[in-house]
């Protein structure tokens, strides 16, 4: 009984303190000795809550922090164990109000929750206080008010929207261990709905329909009699727990954390091996778009592997324009000795394009 009892005051102060008022379109979030608690959580999730014209969803609050810049998002999630799309009129609002009297910081903004599901953040640093001395013991009260102005429009389809259609501006920063904290509030209540994926010596639990509407590699392991199926667990042993943490990031929210080369180029693979497009075509878009002389040929390699022809023409393109320092490079040579195939297509390209 003291063990549980430990685990509910664990509970209580990570996730803070979530009050329904009486309109059933506020909440009102309290986060006590929040400072403190963020300097070793990074990052906290406020329990979900419904709106009542949005049968369809749930939103819940998370607040993080990164070299002391406090950093809040309104994120709204699909709820259901069906297929449904749901089209809305006008956007969703998110009006906040948040307040710390002790140290004396108070904000209000008004947000629009995008397609992608996640409102531009509310950022505010330790020196917003204006008494110039932070209170890291202190309270912080945050009142969230969904405002829609029609209801949603909810209609069964044979495949789930696509997490990404275009991009947004705003592409969140969040590690694995955060966008566990995140999946462990939008799991809750969805018992019969629940894959957990072994990487590693790490676990993720996560929505089947999630997968399944994304990745139909994902969607095949549970169509027939298989161990996925029957247990509701997937072991994956050739990518890393980060690699799988920036797929669950895209399905869920429509974003990854910020990506470099190599991220890129493993999120890449991962994403052709379990037939996520438009992730794939995302790192594809970066790393044509970053590409530099010295990781040119890796990337030709890898579309190569992965029989990309279009990403493979594109990097074909760079290289042969900055032939005259690549081509004489100790790397080149020994490129075309280890693929004698891609070698002979760029030199047919370097010919084409040889003053007559």
């Not at 300097?39 to 609050?61: A, D, K, Q, V, W």
Request: a negative charge; proline letters at 2%; hydrophobic letters at 40%.
């Amino acid at each position: 009984m003291a063990h549980a009892e430990n685990n509910e005051a664990n509970n209580s102060r990570q996730r803070g303190f979530l009050q329904l008022e009486a309109t059933s379109r506020s909440v009102l979030w309290t986060l006590e000795n929040y400072y403190n608690v963020l300097i070793t959580e990074h990052s906290m999730c406020s329990n979900t809550f419904r709106i009542p014209t949005l049968s369809g969803y749930l939103f819940y609050l998370s607040l993080s922090l990164n070299d002391d810049i406090f950093s809040l998002n309104v994120i709204r999630v699909v709820k259901t164990s069906y297929f449904l799309r749901a089209s809305f009129k006008s956007n969703v609002k998110a009006s906040i109000v948040l307040k710390d009297t002790l140290n004396q910081i108070q904000l209000s903004r008004e947000l629009i929750i995008m397609k992608d599901n996640i409102s531009a953040p509310i950022n505010f640093a330790k020196s917003n206080n204006s008494s110039g001395i932070f209170s890291s013991d202190a309270c912080l009260e945050i009142k969230c008010t969904i405002i829609v102005s029609e209801t949603e429009n909810v209609r069964p389809c044979q495949k789930m929207k696509t997490p990404r259609e275009c991009e947004s501006d705003y592409v969140p920063s969040i590690s694995t261990n955060e966008l566990k904290n995140h999946l462990q509030v939008i799991l809750e209540d969805e018992e019969d709905n629940h894959v957990t994926i072994f990487v590693d010596n790490d676990i993720f639990q996560v929505h089947r329909t999630i997968l399944c509407s994304n990745s139909p590699v994902f969607a095949a392991m549970f169509e027939h009699d298989t161990s996925e199926k029957t247990m509701n667990q997937i072991y994956i042993d050739d990518l890393s727990v980060d690699t799988i943490g920036e797929i669950l990031s895209f399905m869920y929210f429509g974003s990854t954390s910020k990506l470099c080369h190599q991220k890129a180029m493993d999120v890449y693979s991962a994403a052709d091996k379990y037939a996520i497009m438009n992730l794939k075509r995302k790192c594809s878009n970066f790393l044509v778009n970053n590409l530099t002389q010295e990781l040119v040929l890796d990337v030709l390699i890898m579309a190569d592997r992965h029989g990309d022809d279009d990403l493979k023409e594109l990097v074909i393109k760079f290289l042969v324009n900055e032939a005259s320092n690549i081509v004489e490079s100790d790397e080149f040579l020994s490129f075309v000795e280890t693929e004698p195939e891609l070698g002979r297509c760029i030199i047919l390209h370097l010919l084409k394009h040889m003053p007559k």
